[in-house]
């Protein structure tokens, strides 16, 4: 158990033993308790008082499965507050392998300087100079460290966007075939990568200094009855594997909360063209992959590659979000522009949400026309050049909605919405706006209550409590590396009965149902401490107007929550 501290003012590099205070910490908890505790909240994002942390959770590295799960966090150059970005791929992995517990990187190179930092399979670390790669897409550039490097290599990549310093820039990290298509997208933390002036992390995978197991015995039997209860769980069993997370536009169109034309509808004309069942078959008749393994150890396999006409990859994986901020939000229903744009994205460095939105909007406002698939692919070839509009655009919604004067921008403290509508999903608004990272799905998303009918979405009763714990379970899931989609079978009693052994049997202590819920509180009071300190205040815990003031079709709600309700979400 160690920390890897890189000083990129001085370009030094210390290793300890974890501090006492961050014994048990891993992931999210690791990355906004460090962060608290030793990054001046009202520092320049962008400066050399910024930390960015990269920690596994705890229990990446070990033979569970889909716990290859990655968190950045870092103060965002987005939102001004503090921010994890989750990415998958296989760094998690990697980085628990060697029984790395947290890269810290801190301080600042000079203007013209650039670098790699290069693990080796003992978990020791160099910097490298890395002028030569300044200005190059994440594909060409992980190809190229890759067979510098060696394929048994884990990367995590910024590409132009975050060389720019651009608030949309996204870290890209390296899935199982070694393509740089899973990303730690939100927050600008590609933008806090490049002021450090690092363009990669290369990471040997083949470490074998994994943490110890207090109990390996009791620790092999419950993983395999919590990857048993992944398996028998609707959704992680049966919808993922054959559609992956584009099996929800169909679903969420039928609700009414699917945000189109800039979150002007909740039904998208056309949905069809772009659902899961279109993209599994368009993708089947191509000869792609409509089932692919993309994280380490994953046994969802959610993840699919995208391919052209002649066959040829595009994208992977492309998925729900991507779509949706894509077409929905733009018009665009077809998916061979919708997956250029994905890759795209992907070369460039930017988060296909946030920029998918801004596109959104500078169409509401007549720049150019919904539906205009090419003009978007143009918009997004300009932030990779650089141009005044391309950097307008990769600093996100609210820098495109304040250059058009436009004000319909669908937002929180500067952050895009995700794909559901939170007209239509009230609960949704709740973690949209009480979030302390912003607009965030991960952070909170309470589509799995409609989807069983224990909760009404249009009505305000119960929203409330139901984003609490959600959030306080998201924040709980993001320390472990358990993938977000294998957390479902810890609504289950098997899955969440197994997990809680899984814990136990790792650490050798006796947690109860209380003890994980109890770690997402504890999770989110250092967050909001931290966003406090840096001057945010319950005025910042609200959406835009317009979702107060415009009905949206087809039920024609607004969001029914009061600010005096929102204050209680996370009023610990």
């Known amino acids: 158990m160690k920390f890897i501290k890189i000083n990129m003012t001085e370009k030094s590099i210390t290793v300890n033993e974890v501090p006492q205070q961050y014994l048990g910490l891993g992931g999210r908890g690791l990355t906004s308790t460090m962060i608290n505790a030793e990054v001046p909240p009202?520092?320049?994002?962008?400066?050399?008082?910024?930390?960015?942390?990269?920690?596994?959770?705890?229990?990446?590295?070990?033979?569970?499965?889909?716990?290859?799960?990655?968190?950045?966090?870092?103060?965002?150059?987005?939102?001004?507050?503090?921010?994890?970005?989750?990415?998958?791929?296989t760094t998690g992995a990697a980085l628990g392998h060697l029984g790395i517990t947290a890269i810290v990187i801190e301080g600042k190179a000079g203007n013209d300087e650039l670098f790699i930092l290069k693990i080796d399979g003992q978990g020791t670390a160099s910097l490298i100079p890395?002028?030569?790669?300044?200005?190059?897409?994440?594909?060409?550039?992980?190809?190229?460290?890759?067979?510098?490097?060696?394929?048994?290599?884990?990367?995590?990549?910024?590409?132009?966007?975050?060389?720019?310093?651009?608030t949309s820039a996204s870290i890209q990290a390296s899935d199982v075939d070694g393509r740089p298509c899973r990303a730690a997208g939100r927050g600008g933390m590609g933008a806090v990568m490049g002021a450090k002036g690092l363009k990669a992390i290369v990471i040997n995978q083949e470490g074998k200094d994994t943490d110890a197991i207090a109990d390996p015995q009791a620790f092999k039997e419950a993983a395999k009855a919590f990857a048993q209860a992944v398996k028998a769980h609707p959704?992680?069993?049966?919808?993922?594997?054959?559609?992956?997370?584009?099996?929800?536009?169909?679903?969420?169109?039928?609700?009414?909360?699917?945000?189109?034309?800039?979150?002007?509808?909740?039904?998208?004309?056309?949905?069809?063209?772009?659902?899961?069942?279109?993209?599994?078959?368009?993708?089947?008749?191509?000869?792609?992959?409509?089932?692919?393994?993309?994280?380490?150890?994953?046994?969802?396999?959610?993840?699919?590659?995208?391919?052209?006409?002649?066959g040829a990859f595009v994208t992977s994986s492309l998925e729900y979000e991507t779509i949706w901020a894509m077409g929905g939000m733009t018009g665009i229903d077809d998916l061979d522009i919708i997956a250029r744009l994905d890759r795209l994205c992907d070369d460039i460095g930017v988060d296909t949400m946030n920029i998918g939105v801004g596109i959104g909007v500078a169409m509401d406002a007549g720049k150019i026309n919904f539906g205009d698939g090419e003009a978007?692919?143009?918009?997004v070839e300009q932030i990779g050049r650089g141009t005044e509009f391309g950097k307008i655009l990769g600093n996100g919604p609210d820098?495109?909605?304040?250059?058009?004067n436009h004000k319909r921008v669908p937002t929180v403290k500067g952050q895009s919405i995700a794909a559901y509508d939170p007209r239509a999903m009230q609960g949704n608004a709740v973690t949209y706006a009480t979030s302390p990272m912003g607009a965030d799905h991960t952070a909170g998303n309470v589509l799995g209550e409609y989807m069983t009918g224990a909760l009404d979405p249009l009505k305000p009763e119960g929203q409330v409590e139901a984003s609490r714990n959600t959030q306080i379970a998201m924040a709980a899931?993001?320390?472990?590396?358990?993938?977000?989609?294998?957390?479902?079978?810890?609504?289950?009693?098997?899955?969440?009965?197994?997990?809680?052994?899984?814990?136990?049997?790792?650490?050798?202590?006796?947690?109860?149902?209380d003890d994980i819920p109890a770690l997402g509180i504890r999770v989110l009071k250092e967050e909001l401490d931290f966003?406090?300190?840096a001057g945010l205040t319950n005025k910042d815990d609200r959406l835009p107007e317009f979702f107060y003031k415009e009905p949206l079709p087809p039920h024609n709600k607004v969001v029914l929550i009061s600010n005096e309700e929102m204050d209680t979400a996370l009023n610990f």
């Open 531 to 533: 966003n406090r300190k």
């Open 42 to 89: 009202t520092c320049d994002p962008l400066g050399p008082d910024n930390k960015l942390i990269i920690a596994p959770g705890v229990l990446s590295g070990t033979s569970l499965v889909s716990t290859s799960r990655v968190s950045i966090g870092a103060k965002s150059p987005l939102t001004g507050t503090i921010k994890e970005s989750n990415a998958g791929g």
């Open 399 to 404: 820098a495109v909605g304040k250059h058009l």
């Open 130 to 166: 890395a002028t030569e790669y300044k200005g190059m897409r994440t594909y060409s550039l992980t190809k190229t460290l890759l067979k510098t490097y060696g394929e048994k290599n884990s990367v995590l990549v910024i590409g132009p966007a975050g060389e720019y310093q651009l």
């Open 235 to 310: 959704m992680t069993g049966q919808l993922l594997p054959a559609l992956g997370t584009a099996g929800l536009v169909a679903p969420v169109n039928s609700m009414g909360a699917f945000p189109s034309l800039n979150a002007t509808k909740g039904v998208m004309e056309g949905w069809e063209k772009i659902s899961g069942e279109a993209l599994a078959k368009l993708i089947e008749s191509r000869g792609g992959k409509t089932t692919h393994l993309g994280c380490s150890q994953c046994i969802v396999r959610c993840s699919n590659e995208f391919v052209d006409k002649k």
């Open 376 to 379: 978007a692919i143009d918009m």
């Open 477 to 513: 899931v993001d320390c472990t590396g358990l993938c977000l989609l294998a957390s479902f079978a810890l609504t289950t009693p098997e899955g969440g009965g197994a997990f809680l052994n899984v814990m136990n049997a790792k650490f050798g202590t006796q947690l109860g149902p």
